[in-house]
């Protein structure tokens, strides 16, 4: 069984829209979390950390935390064609180890 | 400039034949990573490495081994390769601070075929 599990496996949110992405891990080790974003022939390149419940924001991106129920959600706001990639959720147990999802694809069109 | 270099970018081998995938950082970062990525299958870890000769295996280490003999350079091996092992291979650092640790780098990958 995948330890994280992401959803919806793709999207498609217009061009200033908000796109929204959920994540929810079956392992009450995991305390840390990431989201990755990876556009085609590159790397994972790491969007934004989540340790503590509640919210973080980061300029357009907000990532939500809900410890008790391993709940992981990001939120992309005024959505740009850039942003059109594959997310990744990844947790670990101990900050280091990632293990990942299987990511969302976010198309964003005109 | 913080980067993870891997060497080669493409790679094309024979079932078989050995393969040396390399993968360096100049971030004095102690631990790297070793994944591989497969459509349908995520990113999974193969190694992980906390600093020079500290290796662990990861989720899927069958098929390979790894060399960390120097901080900056972590090396991945698969001894006679399988057409199974067909993927991308990333490689990743990152600075040990405990709880803040920041997120792994990644490098930009290496296309691995074996045919």
């Known amino acids: 069984q995948q330890k994280v599990q992401q959803s919806p496996e793709s999207l498609s949110v217009p061009e200033g829209g908000m796109a929204s992405l959920n994540c929810t891990s079956s392992?009450?080790?995991?305390?840390y979390f990431w989201w990755y974003r990876q556009h085609s022939g590159e790397g994972p390149k790491a969007l934004m950390?989540?340790?503590?419940?509640g919210d973080k924001k980061e300029g357009r991106f907000t990532a939500h935390l809900n410890k008790a129920s391993l709940h992981v959600s990001l939120h992309i706001r005024d959505s740009q064609p850039s942003d059109s990639a594959l997310y990744f959720c990844?947790?670990?147990?101990?900050?280091?180890?990632?293990?990942f999802g299987l990511g969302t694809r976010v198309s964003v069109f005109p | 400039d913080m980067k993870v270099t891997q060497m080669p970018r493409y790679l094309i081998k024979r079932m078989g034949e050995n393969v040396l995938l390399e993968c360096g950082q100049d971030?004095?970062?102690?631990?790297m990573y070793w994944y591989r990525q497969d459509p349908g299958l995520g990113l999974q870890l193969i190694y992980i490495?906390?600093?020079?000769?500290?290796?662990s295996e990861g989720d899927i280490p069958k098929g390979y081994r790894v060399s960390r003999k120097k901080r900056e350079h972590f090396s991945l091996i698969l001894d006679s390769a399988k057409t199974n092992q067909t993927s991308v291979y990333f490689c990743?650092?990152?600075?040990?601070?405990?709880?803040?640790?920041?997120?792994?780098?990644f490098g930009e990958g290496t296309r691995l075929s074996v045919l």
């Open positions: 990743a650092s990152s600075l040990y601070r405990g709880r803040d640790n920041q997120a792994p780098l």
């Open positions: 392992d009450r080790n995991f305390q």
């Open positions: 950390s989540i340790f503590s419940d």
């Open positions: 990844a947790a670990s147990e101990d900050a280091q180890g990632l293990t």
């Open positions: 971030m004095s970062h102690e631990t």
């Open positions: 490495s906390y600093d020079v000769d500290s290796n």
